[in-house]
Nanobody
Framework: QAQFVESGGGLVQPGGSLRLSCESS????????VGWYRQAPGKQRELVAA????????NYSDSVKGRFTISRDNAKRTAYLQMADLKPEDTAVYYC????????????????WGQGTQVTVST
């Protein structure tokens, strides 16, 4: 059983919006920080946004600050990434994962990765 199932990606024009979802099968989901990451072709995976276990703290990369919003519903074991004003440089496969706050921020959470969801921003 996949630990993380990401969905909601697609093709969108610059300036458009998408909402990504990440459903987890992990029973400890609500006790862990969650992070959204992305990997563009030829580049390393990078942290985009993170949220602490109960949502009191968030962290965003400079490249998405003010455009992306992370949220979570622990009862549904689901994390969300609302993306607005999308740019071609946001094109990537987007993943989620959980871990301790430091692990999520470091980009090295302990759990295996899901398949991700492709986001393509293009005219």
């Amino acid at each position: 059983q996949a630990q993380f199932v990401e969905s909601g990606g697609g093709l969108v024009q610059p300036g458009g919006s998408l909402r990504l979802s990440c459903e987890s099968s992990k029973t400890i989901f609500g006790f862990k920080a969650v992070g959204w990451y992305r990997q563009a072709p030829g580049k390393q995976r990078e942290l985009v946004a993170a949220m602490s276990n109960y949502g009191s703290s968030t962290n965003y990369s400079d490249s998405v600050k003010g455009r992306f919003t992370i949220s979570r519903d622990n009862a549904k074991r689901t994390a969300y990434l609302q993306m607005a004003d999308l740019k071609p440089e946001d094109t990537a496969v987007y993943y989620c994962n959980i871990g301790l706050w430091a692990e999520v921020l470091s980009g090295h959470p302990p759990d295996s990765w899901g398949q991700g969801t492709q986001v393509t921003v293009s005219t």
